[in-house]
T-cell receptor, first 114, second 112 residues
Framework: DQQVKQNSPSLSVQEGRISILNCDYT??????FLWYKKYPAEGPTFLIS?????DKNEDGRFTVFLNKSAKHLSLHIVPSQPGDSAVYFC?????????????FGTGTRLTIIP | DGGITQSPKYLFRKEGQNVTLSCEQN?????MYWYRQDPGQGLRLIYY???????QKGDIAEGYSVSREKKESFPLTVTSAQKNPTAFYLC???????????FGPGTRLTVL
């Protein structure tokens, strides 16, 4: 039972354009959402997060949008750069109080075309 | 230099042998986690520990064992009972007051 789904295994975007990565979840108890970026043979690194009390959070070129009613979140990267080529995982947690389990999606491989 | 270390980076074992993967953190985090990554399957939780001397099974604990005798260390043993042990193993830790987890560089285990 996949509670967090990333339905696009891969995405190719021209350098300088916007990259939009999508994530859907089924568990209505999820309250806090995170995006991680992962290069091959390395551990994931935290990118950006959002609490369910917000619908948008920005950090530089990265913006995460949350639509609670649709149980959908998206990560926007503007403008896309070659170094953004990586696998992106969304993750969800029931709280942001700490020591919580994260449920991860299967990832989307983003390729930025120069 | 604070962080999470996993050793070794690559590990090869013969089928039927137990193997222990190391994970150490000097971030003073209470919670530590072990994940497994397989192609196309994302990260799946094996075991986690919220405090020293306590740990819980994750979604795919069968064939694995852990210990948490020190706050800094959370070793994972892949036993011969694990049917498909070849994978990329990731250790993570998190402080209190946030769900954000910090990951180590990973260990790629290949069972021949």
């Amino acid at each position: 039972d996949q509670q967090v789904k990333q339905n696009s295994p891969s995405l190719s975007v021209q350098e300088g354009r916007i990259s939009i990565l999508n994530c859907d979840y089924t568990n209505s108890m999820f309250d806090y959402f995170l995006w991680y970026k992962k290069y091959p043979a390395e551990g994931p690194t935290f990118l950006i997060s959002i609490s369910s009390i917000k619908d948008k959070n920005e950090d530089g070129r990265f913006t995460v949008f949350l639509n609670k009613s649709a149980k959908h979140l998206s990560l926007h990267i503007v403008p896309s750069q070659p170094g953004d080529s990586a696998v992106y995982f969304c993750a969800a947690s029931a709280t942001n109080f700490g020591n919580e389990k994260l449920t991860f999606g299967t990832g989307t491989r983003l390729t930025i075309i120069p | 230099d604070g962080g999470i270390t996993q050793s070794p980076k690559y590990l090869f074992r013969k089928e039927g042998q137990n193997v222990t993967l190391s994970c150490e953190q000097n971030l003073n985090h209470d919670a530590m986690y072990w994940y497994r990554q397989d192609p196309g399957q994302g990260l799946r939780l094996i075991y986690y520990s919220q405090i020293v001397n306590d740990f819980q099974k994750g979604d795919i604990a069968e064939g694995y064992s852990v210990s948490r005798e020190k706050k800094e260390s959370f070793p994972l043993t892949v036993t011969s009972a694990q049917k498909n042990p070849t994978a990329f193993y990731l250790c993570a830790s998190s402080p209190t007051r946030t769900a954000k987890q910090f990951f180590g560089p990973g260990t790629r285990l290949t069972v021949l």
